[in-house]
């Protein structure tokens, strides 16, 4: 099955700073590759999502990027800020696993004002 | 629209005992999946039912199990608590459609605690 990891575990940033989080896959045929944001008590919430007929995607100050023969995808925030802080998770979706995803072990992300 | 709502929101039960919890997806969305979260695992998938079908499961003890039902809305059911199940369970919703256009839409959980 497939199987994503998600590096690093803790990130912390000056504010107005980037961040930068990894994850890599190891099913060519995941075709589906979202972000969560998780703040604390709260739900996951998607962020920004790519699919893999694009290779980057951009939402105002985040972005993701992916290549598909690294088996790789990766999420960016520019200019962050204090409430940028949360954990963050990546996952991806292969084509035969209906709406199964498969989730990175998540990003601690701090933003220091 | 109404997001996806899970009951109860929290819940204490002793080891051995069985539990059962709620997920109701937004409306029009038949797919239904279920994950664990814990802080040491990150979130793990456990089934995924999708017209009252269970369509993919994970990789935990038949203890875990699950239904939907013809309005889509879905009960998990751990039997025989242990310590280790103690976790937040997030339920997901997802649209209808096939292909790309699939994105998940979280409860707020269901935090099980078991002592």
């Known amino acids: 099955g497939e199987n994503v990891e998600q590096h690093p575990s803790t990130l912390s940033v000056q504010e107005g700073d980037s961040a930068v989080i990894k994850c890599t896959y190891s099913?060519?045929?995941?075709?589906?590759f979202p972000w969560y944001k998780q703040e604390l008590g709260k739900r996951p919430q998607l962020i920004i999502d790519i699919r893999s007929n694009v290779g980057e995607k951009k939402d105002q100050r985040i972005a993701v990027t992916l290549n598909k023969t690294a088996k790789h995808f990766s999420l960016h925030i520019t200019e962050t800020q204090p409430e940028d802080s949360a954990v963050y998770f990546c996952?991806?979706?292969?084509?035969?696993?209906?709406?199964?995803?498969?989730f990175g072990g998540g990003t601690r992300l701090m933003v220091k004002p | 629209k109404a997001g996806v709502t899970q009951t109860p929101r929290y819940l204490i039960k002793t080891r051995g005992q069985q539990v059962t919890l709620s997920c109701s997806p937004i409306s029009g969305h038949r797919s239904v999946s279920w994950y664990q979260q814990t802080p040491g695992q990150g979130l793990q998938f456990l089934f995924e039912y999708f017209s009252e079908t269970q369509r993919n499961k994970g990789n935990f003890p038949g203890r875990f199990s699950g239904r939907q039902f013809s309005n889509s809305r879905s009960e998990m059911n751990v039997s025989t608590l242990e310590l280790g199940d103690s976790a937040l369970y997030l339920c997901?919703?997802?649209?209808?459609?096939?292909?790309?256009?699939?994105?998940?839409?979280f409860g707020q959980g269901t935090r099980l605690t078991v002592v």
């Open positions: 996952a991806a979706r292969g084509k035969r696993a209906g709406n199964m995803l498969t």
């Open positions: 997901a919703s997802s649209p209808p459609g096939t292909g790309m256009n699939t994105e998940a839409f």
């Open positions: 099913d060519s045929a995941s075709n589906y």
